[in-house]
């Protein structure tokens, strides 16, 4: 169960400098796990086990073309990110103004 | 006024950076005293109603987000370290109304400066996932908020 959670964690799936290549390639172009590894210098049981993981947070898909299985970026997954993060944002903008409202309250109060 | 907003996704880490235009000691205050936080905690429309606070290390803060509905989003910060006036350190979790927390939590770093009687404060807070950072505008501050903050903001930028 545990695991299952980690895995699903977009944060993880990011923070791995690897599996950021993979995403900044497949986001241009579809590619396979072999041409993956080749770009990687590593194992092609390497890069299977990143894009299960990307796979897993959906940040992927594949398609089957002939013998081949073709990965590529789900863009709007990526976009999802940014607009969690916009709304943390905004949370944190009106709390802080108000904060600065209410410090000029209290600072008028006190002359 | 701006605020810096900067997401460190290698290091699951938000920082915040705002600057008042108001002594430390007011600023400080703010931040540790129930009565005064309660006043800006939540943003608008929400208010934030703290049921607890024990502002020391090894105390909490046991409070509620309310929505205008009068739905109740309970949470709970742990403190962890302080240094008066200058720094202090908690574990942030939501929790139910019996104050059990829901983990995971993050872990939040808070940095105050004065100059020039300017005062500066630096948020950090580690975040064990981006899952919790998603949960955290979920809860309660659904994008019809969000966009009635929007609203409301652009009606003050007009006024």
Not at chain 2, 96 to 106: T, V, Y
């Amino acid at each position: 169960m545990l695991i299952q959670i980690m895995r699903r964690d977009i944060f993880q799936a990011i923070a791995d400098p690897t599996r950021r290549a993979i995403i900044a390639l497949i986001a241009i172009q579809a590619m396979t796990p072999n041409a993956l590894a080749e770009r990687f210098d590593t194992s092609r049981q390497a890069v299977s086990k990143h894009l299960r993981i990307l796979t897993e947070c959906e940040l992927v898909t594949q398609e089957q073309k002939g013998r081949e299985i073709y990965y590529s970026l789900e863009i709007e997954k990526m976009k999802e990110i940014d607009k969690w993060l916009e709304q943390y944002r905004k949370i944190w903008e009106t709390r802080l103004n108000q904060l600065d409202d209410l410090l000029a309250t209290i600072k008028n109060q006190e002359k | 006024m701006n605020m810096d907003f900067i997401v460190d996704k290698q290091t699951k880490t938000v920082s915040i950076t705002k600057e008042f235009a108001f002594e430390l000691s007011l600023v400080w205050d703010a931040y540790t005293k129930p009565e005064l936080l309660d006043q800006w905690w939540a943003p608008k429309p929400f208010s934030s109603r703290t049921k607890a606070m024990d502002f020391r290390v090894g105390g909490r803060r046991f409070y509620a987000m309310v929505s205008p509905d009068g739905h109740e989003r309970w949470a709970l910060q742990k403190y962890t370290s302080i240094s008066p006036k200058t720094n202090f350190k908690l574990f942030n979790a939501f929790a139910d109304e019996d104050e059990n927390p829901e983990l995971p939590g993050s872990d939040w770093d808070l940095t105050f400066s004065e100059q020039d009687g300017s005062t500066k404060v630096s948020i950090s807070i580690y975040n064990e996932s981006l899952e919790r950072l998603e949960k955290m505008v979920e809860m309660g501050f659904k994008e019809g908020t969000m966009s009635q903050m929007e609203n409301l903001e652009d009606l003050l930028a007009k006024l």
